[in-house]
């Protein structure tokens, strides 16, 4: 057997929105804090802050800004906001990596803490989930309305991405305000919330959090924000660019497929609607797969934020 010292220190790891996945040293009885290994480097010109916007039931909201320190947000800039609000998920800060190309090109991320995640506890996530989904939309639109009435942007300037959960978060906005985007991106999501995964442990997973469509209380509230079924005729949409994997087996394409024939159908506007489905890959890409997808994603939001790419 191989002996251990004991030791009075510990490892962790920490990341911010400027600094990657570092490796630190904390010495518990001196309080000396080292970085293992050598120091990262950080994203000097990157300025953070966090703000609160009040939701539609008075509840403060948390999100974070990150962009370049010069950037002047008393006028409205191009403006990227992302949430994930489910799942008792924190929607931490991580480092810019794929969104750094639109923080350098001038443009403000917006990174929201919704409720349905688990910033803050358990009740947090409670109050996001099943009968109280609604709440998770309710902040996203809160904080877009801060950031328009603050001038940090426009709507007309204003973009949304999210992913899986975040993807029916950007579904919601798309049919529930599409008055508040420029552009809307949703990967891999669910919308249509009455034909639940046909995978019994997904679907198991995924009732816990959105109900069960064949009991008529959960039905009722799934109706309700379900984004294939609250698209309405004649109304102008936002830009919306869908991702999908093909082999996805907890949002399936077809949510994409008959979403966009809908959205199609009933759009008064002029936008394009359009949808990727990713040949060979899954829930999320990884590899090269993973960052074709970003980059292209970020391509078509920078591209209607008429931001040069």
Sequence with gaps: FREVPRSEACLFQHETFTQPTTTYRLDLDTGELEV??????????????????????????????VHRKEVDISSPQPTLLTGYGGFNQA???????????????????AHACLRGGGEYGKEWHEAG??????NTFDDLFAVAENLITAGIT?????????????GLLAGAAIVQRPDLWRAVVPHVPMFDMMTPASAADIRAYTEGEYGNPDNPDDAATLYSYSPYHNVHDGVAYPAVFQQF???????HPFHGRKFTARLQEANSGDKPILLRVWPDTGHAGLGP?????NAEWLSFVMSELGMEI
């Design 289 to 293: 797969a993973g960052i074709l997808q």
């Design 154 to 166: 426009s709507s007309d300037r204003l973009a949304m991405q999210g992913l899986s959960n975040g």
């Design 245 to 251: 994997g093909e082999k996805d087996e907890s949002s």
């Design 36 to 65: 293992v290994g050598e120091a990262v480097e950080r994203l000097e010109a990157i300025e953070v802050s966090r703000r609160f916007a009040t939701s539609k039931d008075g509840t403060l909201v948390p999100y974070f800004l």
């Design 129 to 134: 989930r099943l009968h109280n989904k609604q």
């Design 91 to 109: 929607w931490l800060p991580t480092y810019l990596a794929h969104l750094l190309p639109f923080v350098q090109a001038g443009g403000v991320l």
